[in-house]
């Protein structure tokens, strides 16, 4: 990651309310955010902007599975962390998505202080800092 910018996630999530307190977390972190509503805009955007830093990827998608579009962006590009988050977690959806390629697995509600810990297990090279100015209630 570049120093002087901030961090870049691509937020893959088609659920209004989910995407809005993901947005306003990432935000007060002084995270940079692309939202987007589709796996395949996610595996055509990440092509063209392999800037991000991590992706947030919602699993229940409405064209193609987060599985499906992690899948396709292992293909050209291994490395970056993806996370895949879900509403509807099952028993063995963390190994199906670890097995799609994704880094780890996120439950919805997803708390702020867990989604830092991820940001910053995966995307350490970060100055962001959860302040009592800039904290959301989880």
């Given at each position: 990651m570049?120093?002087?910018?901030n961090?870049?996630?691509?937020?893959?999530?088609?659920?209004r309310?989910?995407?809005?307190?993901?947005?306003?977390?990432?935000?007060?972190?002084?995270?940079?955010?692309?939202?987007?509503?589709?796996g395949?805009?996610?595996?055509?955007?990440?092509r063209e902007?392999?800037?991000?830093?991590?992706?947030l990827?919602?699993?229940?998608l409405?064209?193609?599975t987060?599985?499906e579009?992690?899948?396709e962006?292992?293909?050209?590009n291994p490395?970056v962390?993806?996370?895949?988050?879900?509403?509807?977690a099952?028993?063995?959806?963390?190994?199906?998505?670890?097995?799609?390629?994704?880094?780890d697995?996120?439950?919805?509600?997803?708390?702020q202080?867990?989604l830092?810990?991820?940001?910053?297990?995966?995307?350490?090279d970060?100055?962001?800092q959860?302040?009592?100015?800039?904290e959301?209630?989880?």
């Amino acid at each position: 990651m570049n120093a002087n910018r901030n961090k870049l996630i691509l937020l893959v999530e088609d659920d209004r309310y989910s995407s809005i307190l993901l947005k306003e977390v990432l935000h007060r972190l002084h995270i940079d955010v692309v939202h987007l509503e589709s796996g395949q805009d996610a595996v055509d955007y990440f092509r063209e902007h392999p800037e991000v830093d991590l992706i947030l990827m919602d699993i229940k998608l409405p064209d193609i599975t987060g599985y499906e579009a992690t899948a396709e962006i292992r293909k050209f590009n291994p490395t970056v962390p993806i996370i895949a988050q879900t509403a509807y977690a099952l028993l063995g959806d963390r190994e199906k998505a670890l097995n799609a390629g994704c880094s780890d697995y996120l439950s919805k509600p997803i708390y702020q202080k867990l989604l830092k810990q991820i940001i910053e297990k995966f995307a350490p090279d970060t100055n962001q800092q959860i302040t009592p100015e800039n904290e959301v209630p989880d």
